[in-house]
């Protein structure tokens, strides 16, 4: 066997290797909990949503576990940026109402996330699952509400993610029933 068909053969077998090695990364499929740091996840069984004003650090303190790693992360797409039903970029929230009807999650509950392709949305917080690499860094979005802008500081990014519909989101939080926000609990059918 000539040297170059040797060369061809280990070349081809080593390309083989890293496609499939890269094709094979494992998506890690999280929970909201996951991106808050561990000082914080003894407020998960209070019941009520984590407010950004009611946490010492206001909710800017990240995990860094997830960084650059591909996960998956269903919540509720807020569109930030849009033309029609098409969506550039959404800001992905752990409850509907978060940000426009109640206090806005702290930063660490908040993705900021670019679609790889625009992503068709029917109403403001559609259920959705994201895939992609989460990068934490602190990034500002104004998001128009019916009463004026509001800056939202988000504390994660995932850019060219993938987006699905999805029927509904596992770890999100239930509003009490006496709460004047109730409704906009989703009602299963």
């Known amino acids: 066997m000539s040297n170059d068909i040797r060369s061809s ?4 077998a080593a390309l083989f290797v890293a496609l ?36 010492p650090d206001h909710g800017e303190t ?6 650059d790693k ?10 930030v940026d849009r ?3 098409l969506v550039y970029q959404f800001l992905l929230v752990p409850w509907t109402g978060a940000c426009s009807h109640m206090p806005t999650p702290p930063p660490n509950q908040i993705v900021l996330v670019t ?21 934490p860094a ?4 104004q998001l128009f509400i019916l009463d004026g802008v509001s800056v939202i500081q988000s504390g994660y ?16 939080i239930t509003l009490p029933v006496n709460s004047p926000w109730s409704f906009l609990n989703k009602k299963k059918n």
Not at 9 to 12: H, S, T, V
Not at 62 to 67: A, E, K, R, Y
């Open 138 to 141: 602190m990034e500002k979005s």
């Open 20 to 55: 499939t090695a890269d094709a094979s990364a494992e998506t890690a499929h999280i929970l909201w909990k996951d991106l808050r740091p561990a000082t914080q996840t003894a407020a998960e069984n209070v019941g009520l949503p984590m407010i950004a004003a009611k946490l």
């Open 9 to 12: 053969i280990a070349l081809a």
């Open 70 to 79: 591909t996960i998956q992360l269903a919540g509720y797409a807020l569109p």
């Open 157 to 172: 990014t995932v850019r060219k993610a993938d987006v699905v519909n999805v029927d509904s989101v596992p770890d999100t």
């Open 83 to 85: 033309d029609g039903d």
């Open 115 to 135: 679609p790889a392709h625009p992503y068709k949305m029917s109403e403001a917080y559609q259920p959705v699952a994201v895939t992609g690499a989460l990068k």
């Open 62 to 67: 990240l995990s860094l576990n997830l960084q």
